[in-house]
């Protein structure tokens, strides 16, 4: 998506000399714009998974403490049950901590691009053209493939979800059988 918005920017940029100048900052400031909202959504999105992570956290160190209570009155189903869940949050926490990371480096990056892009807006108003503008140099896009690493992270909190849905399920079948 930054990308986009750095390429039309770059093209403002080239045009602004032009008759069509006021136009090309009109395009650049609304790329800008743009950029500022997908900006906003990366900060949200680190934030949702900072605030699964503290609570998939929480809910480990519950998992914890009643196992050590079933294992203190010698409860062995009870403690069986509570390392299942154990490795599950433990795996979930693991997965969700990988995740913030890559978030917070991809909210970075795009920071700094947003950053680029104002600086460059502004030599425009001021009619600066930096002299990176007219050849742009072709570089590998580190927000797509963050994206794309989120994406598997995502795809797995997701399977993980969906298979203690069915543990807990299975559980309370177990519980309503008298099992």
Same mark, same amino acid.
């Given at each position: 998506?930054?990308?986009?918005?750095?390429?039309?920017?770059?093209?403002?940029?080239? /045009? !602004?000399?032009?008759?069509?100048? #006021? +136009?090309? @900052?009109?395009?650049? %400031?609304?790329?800008?714009?743009? *950029?500022?909202?997908?900006?906003?959504?990366?900060?949200?999105?680190?934030?949702?998974? /900072? !605030?699964?992570?503290?609570?998939? #956290? +929480?809910? @480990?160190?519950?998992? %914890?403490?009643?196992?050590?209570? *079933?294992?203190?009155?010698?409860?062995?189903?009870?403690?069986?049950?509570?390392?299942?869940?154990?490795?599950?949050?433990?795996? #979930?926490?693991?997965?969700?901590?990988?995740?913030?990371?890559?978030?917070?480096?991809?909210?970075?990056?795009?920071?700094?691009?947003?950053?680029?892009?104002?600086?460059?807006?502004?030599?425009?108003?001021?009619?600066?053209?930096?002299?990176?503008?007219?050849?742009?140099?072709?570089?590998?896009?580190?927000?797509?493939?963050?994206?794309?690493?989120?994406?598997?992270?995502?795809?797995?909190?997701?399977?993980?979800?969906?298979?203690?849905?069915?543990?807990?399920?299975?559980?309370?079948?177990?519980?309503?059988?008298?099992?």
């Amino acid at each position: 998506m930054f990308e986009r918005l750095k390429e039309t920017l770059r093209d403002a940029l080239s /045009r !602004a000399s032009s008759p069509q100048g #006021r +136009a090309a @900052l009109a395009q650049m %400031r609304d790329a800008l714009v743009q *950029a500022k909202v997908g900006l906003a959504d990366l900060r949200q999105g680190v934030e949702r998974t /900072r !605030a699964r992570l503290e609570a998939e #956290r +929480a809910e @480990l160190d519950t998992v %914890r403490r009643r196992g050590k209570l *079933a294992a203190d009155i010698d409860d062995r189903e009870t403690v069986r049950i509570a390392e299942q869940y154990e490795r599950k949050h433990g795996e #979930r926490v693991a997965v969700l901590e990988k995740k913030l990371v890559a978030q917070q480096e991809e909210l970075a990056l795009a920071e700094h691009e947003i950053d680029d892009m104002t600086s460059q807006l502004r030599a425009a108003y001021a009619g600066v053209v930096p002299p990176d503008v007219a050849s742009p140099p072709p570089m590998p896009d580190p927000l797509e493939e963050a994206r794309a690493e989120g994406d598997a992270l995502r795809r797995d909190i997701d399977r993980a979800a969906r298979e203690a849905t069915a543990q807990r399920q299975l559980e309370e079948l177990k519980r309503r059988m008298g099992k």
